[in-house]
């Protein structure tokens, strides 16, 4: 089914109106997208392991890179929605050194099959499926860093089982993707909205999807090559599985469940003068996390949502400082 011309033309109106309103790229919703699609070794790094193991995940896979088991801190990167794992891959080269990271990328996203995800549920199976993952292979308390869907991962994570993880690094994530709407949104207010949002994206031909990707892709990155790996990534992704994550996500509200959770985290934000004042923008995310202990935050200068491409060296030296904090 073709979307009608003004249907489609309202709803991205609508999203870059409360994206633009509300200042966190993080959740452009339908377009929360990320990274590059092409997973090949480095160069410069160890060989990536893939686990493929018959016992080991269905949710997603895992490539594993840097020091053998035991050599060097274990570190978990978890991308976002219709996001590949390269989104980490210039962060990854400079980490493996002295880490051993554990890059996931969630079935149906950026080229992967769906696997279990094509239906059903995806993030609690997904948090449940990360903490065997943790467990089998003896990685309990290991800094887990989230970006975007990810991050929601991350605390979904620490708040089911705390002893996985040592620290959380949140890359702009909220812990309710529906305060881009309206700050007072619940989950009940957004369900109707969530849901057309959900049939539309589904609805959308191929050809229709792919021509709205370039506006929505430099709405969330400022890089040009990070445009084009966010939309490339985005059209690799399983639409249904894209659609049902995102209503997932949207249905998720985690701050009552704040005050309980107590590992150490520290939440990325990034900041451009024109969506807004510093206070505004830092008050957006320092209320959204009200009430959670131990929690700090970051603000990164001149970068939308994909902070990582936008400003690399600013990123880096946030992660090594979270990663070295508490050693």
């Known amino acids: 089914m073709r979307i009608p011309g003004d249907v489609l033309l309202g709803l991205q109106r609508e999203i870059a109106m409360n994206l633009f309103r509300f200042i966190p790229k993080m959740a452009v919703l339908i377009f929360l997208l990320a990274g590059l699609l092409v997973m090949g070794e480095r160069a410069d ?139 007072g949104a619940t989950v009940e207010a957004l369900h109707g909205q969530a849901q057309a949002m959900h049939d539309a994206l589904i609805a959308m031909p191929a050809d229709q999807f792919a021509a709205t990707q370039p506006t929505f892709s430099a709405r969330l990155v400022a890089s040009v090559e990070g445009q084009k790996a966010v939309s490339a990534s985005s059209l690799a992704s399983d639409r249904t599985v894209f659609a049902n994550a995102m209503l997932e996500d949207l249905s998720t509200d985690l701050r009552p469940r704040l005050a309980g959770i107590k590992t150490p985290a520290m939440v990325l934000y990034p900041y451009v003068a024109a969506q807004g004042t510093q206070a505004e923008v830092a008050a957006l995310y320092t209320n959204s996390y009200k009430g959670m202990p131990n929690v700090q935050f970051t603000k990164i200068d001149d970068s939308l949502h994909f902070i990582m491409y936008d400003q690399p060296a600013a990123f880096h030296a946030a992660v090594v400082r979270f990663l070295e904090q508490g050693q």
């Open 45 to 183: 790094c160890q060989k990536p392991v893939v686990v493929v193991a018959s016992a080991g995940p269905t949710r997603f896979s895992v490539v594993v890179e840097g020091p053998a088991a035991g050599k060097a801190p274990d570190v978990i990167l978890i991308p976002g929605l219709a996001s590949s794992r390269e989104v980490y891959a210039a962060e990854a080269k400079l980490l493996v050194p002295k880490y051993r990271l554990h890059l996931i990328q969630i079935a149906g996203f950026a080229g992967q099959p769906a696997g279990p995800n094509a239906s059903g549920p995806i993030l609690g199976p997904v948090v449940e499926e990360l903490h065997n993952y943790i467990v089998v292979n003896h990685l309990e308390h290991s800094p887990v860093i989230g970006h975007s869907m990810g991050g929601l991962l991350a605390l979904m994570l620490a708040d089911a089982h705390p002893g996985d993880v040592s620290k959380l690094l949140i890359v702009d994530t909220l812990p309710f993707y529906g305060l881009v709407f309206d700050p």
